[in-house]
């Protein structure tokens, strides 16, 4: 392997700790626990095990976490009555609904029902409106994290040809607008495009969200080039045992960091970068509702 290890966890690691010490600062100046609630509606058991984490580690950093689990029969407007609560809590300086919820509630409704200040996600209109005409607002935290980590490895990224394979509304056009901030020249690509293979070749920055198995191989990334594989995919391993799986991104890594200059990999990459990130929202909204200064 040639290329840098972009180490998720250890960096995560040490935004937890600055969180942690911000919350601490907050209850010993001020009185603020900062407050994150977490909505799960139905029993996804993936979506689970997420809520279970971001509750743990809410805890960890010295935060209050609000868990409310609804059965998955639970009616729109209930939700919606749950979520007009949490926005009137002065407890609750953030509000997440774990996605995706069942499909007789509307999703966008359910996002755009949150309070954009406490709409640690990043996803209300408002905030999505905010980030692409460059002023403050709440920014998606998996798109977050790939910026922090790019940051870290290159410094400034301005110039740099970044493509992001992936166009979500959670991931891929946030992830532009981020990179293109950073006077990036930015190319989503999506499932109609064409060359794609040529198009990667081309990337400084290469962002694979695409949740493809290891669809991306070491011959579309370009030499030297800055790789984020942002893909959670599980696939049979049965070296491991008979009906065992492994986590795999959207790039081939044994292949990618063969050429690339730098590279995430998977588990252990952007996974844990998003808690973290979530984390540190949930702090900068507590502050901004407190009229107090935000962490850097
Ligand atoms: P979506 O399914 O919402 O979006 C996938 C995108 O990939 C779409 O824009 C789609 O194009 C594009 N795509 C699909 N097939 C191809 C192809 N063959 N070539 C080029 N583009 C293609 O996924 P998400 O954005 O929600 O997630 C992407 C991955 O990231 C998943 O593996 C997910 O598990 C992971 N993820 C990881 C997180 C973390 O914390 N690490 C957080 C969130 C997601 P089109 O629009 O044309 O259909």
Redesign the pocket.
Known sequence: MNATLIDGKVFAASIREKVAAHVARLQAEHGLTPGLAVVLVGEDPASQVYVRNKGQQTKEVGMASFEHRLAAETSEADLLALIARLNADPSVHGILVQLPVPDHIDEAKVINAIAPEKDVDGFHISNVGLLATGQKSMVP??PL?CLLMLRDTLGSLSGLNAVV????N???KPMAQLLLKESCTVTV?????RD?AGLCRSADILVA????PQ?IPGDWVKPGATVID????RIPAPEKGEGKTRLVG?VDFAGAAEVAGAITPVPGG??P??IACLLANTVTACCRANDLPEPE
Not at 209 to 212: D, F, H, I, N
Not at 230 to 233: A, D, F, L, Q, R
Request: proline share 0%; hydrophobic share 40%; charged share 15%.
């Open positions: 935290c998996t994290g394979v992936g166009r979500s959670i991931v891929g690509a999506h499932s109609r495009t794609l969200a695409v949740g493809r669809m942002v893909g959670i995919n959207d952007v996974g970068m998003t």
